[in-house]
């Protein structure tokens, strides 16, 4: 998996997703290390403004906004800056063909991220991949890309690029199982009950992360940490039977390798997203870096808990959806992307999200997760019955 690159001293990147908080921090890893890295394109959904600034500051070749009105408004302004803006869906997977580019961060969330996601590993760049629902909605697609194209793949979730760190050197024969940590949470240690009248402003306030609004409810309700297990299982050829997960809310150790003979193996740094990022761009090196020192002192204690599946279902249904496998996970994550967004707009209740999802899941007919298009179409069927489910409530089983 070591990135192979025309120039090892400089890399040339593509950063899709950079208005988000992991490409706002990737960004902020490029400035740190400006020697290190030329900036030759940007992307975004429709935050022009945003884009515009990063565009000012690192002056790459192109940009790319997803929402075309957003693009036509801001293409003079761009061009002013001597940046080409590319405009339309379409243009992100091109950006990510770029043959100026040989690294591309990959940080749309949701499924919208997952054809340029794809394409830039069909197309042999090294792959920062921290848009997890790629791997989730079309893991043996993308992990059959990877192979053909021989893409160097390193992931950004800081879970799995602290489990990528702890295999380094593992016979695999040894593996017993790997374990990813969650913070808990908002709501760690809250009754099913105490949930029931949740607000979104009460589940976006996230006691150790800073992060997009989608993901803060995923790791609200848990579903972000049954993602990751998906994501885990693809990136590392494993079962689900291997990953575990544990409570952590201090989110200093970042996941845990057991070999066969009992010891274990834990990455741990500070809760800090600019971390994982550095050491997915700077693979196989090392470098100094920003973000501050561990004081396991100050720290002082350390502690874990099982997850409580009674009050957080949705990472039992995640677990559901990777043993049963092929288009299921595409389905599991397509709904929760309409049930968070439901919960956001004020049009459902945060105890309604694993229940829209196991509906829909408990309505699908799973077949083989064989190309893109068949992955694409079972996500649009389980966003219409979704919908269908939030527009008659009664739908929706409690």
């Not at 929402?67 to 801001?74: G, I, K, L, N, P």
Request: hydrophobic content about 45%; some cysteine; proline content about 6%.
């Amino acid at each position: 998996m070591a990135p192979a690159h025309n120039d090892s001293s400089v890399k040339n990147i593509a950063v899709l997703g950079s208005t988000g908080s992991i490409g706002r921090s990737t960004l902020a890893v490029v400035a740190a290390h400006p020697r290190r890295f030329r900036v030759k394109a940007l992307a975004a959904r429709q935050d022009a403004g945003t884009l515009y600034r990063q565009a000012e500051q690192h002056r790459p070749l192109v940009v790319a906004l997803a929402d075309e009105e957003a693009a036509a408004r801001w293409q003079s302004r761009f061009n002013d800056l001597g940046v080409q803006c590319w405009a339309g869906p379409e243009a992100l997977t091109a950006i990510a063909r770029m043959d100026q580019v040989d690294t591309v961060v990959a940080a749309i969330s949701g499924s919208a991220g997952l054809p340029a996601a794809l394409a830039a590993v069909e197309a042999g760049k090294t792959g920062a991949l921290a848009n997890k629902e790629a791997l989730v909605a079309a893991g043996p697609v993308f992990m059959e890309a990877v192979r053909r194209s021989g893409a160097p793949l390193l992931p950004v979730d800081s879970e799995h690029n602290a489990l990528f760190q702890c295999l380094q050197g593992i016979d695999r024969r040894h593996l017993r199982r790997v374990v990813l940590t969650a913070s808990g949470g908002p709501f760690f240690g809250r009754r099913r009950e105490e949930l029931r009248h949740v607000t979104p402003d009460q589940a976006l306030r996230h006691p150790t992360w800073s992060m997009g609004a989608k993901i803060t409810i995923d790791s609200a309700t848990l579903m972000n940490k049954g993602l990751e297990v998906i994501e885990a299982m693809h990136l590392f050829d494993l079962s689900p039977e291997q990953i575990d997960v544990l409570i952590h809310p201090e989110s200093i150790v970042h996941s845990l390798v057991e070999t066969v003979d009992g010891g274990i193996l834990a990455h741990m740094a500070e809760p800090d997203m600019r971390h994982a990022i550095q050491y997915s761009l700077s693979y196989p090196e090392r470098w100094t870096s920003p973000v501050p020192r561990l004081d396991l002192a100050g720290v002082g204690s350390l502690n874990f808990a099982l997850p409580d599946h009674e009050t957080f279902p949705a990472l039992g249904l995640a677990y559901d959806a990777a043993r049963a496998g092929g288009t299921m996970p595409a389905v599991l994550n397509a709904a929760n992307e309409v049930a968070v967004e439901a919960f956001l707009g004020g049009k459902a209740g945060f105890l309604d999200i694993p229940r829209i999802v196991e509906a829909v899941m408990a309505a699908h007919r799973v077949g083989p997760a064989a190309d893109l298009d068949g992955i694409l179409a079972a996500d649009r069927w389980a966003r219409e019955y979704a919908d269908q489910l939030l527009s008659a409530q009664e739908g929706v089983p409690r």
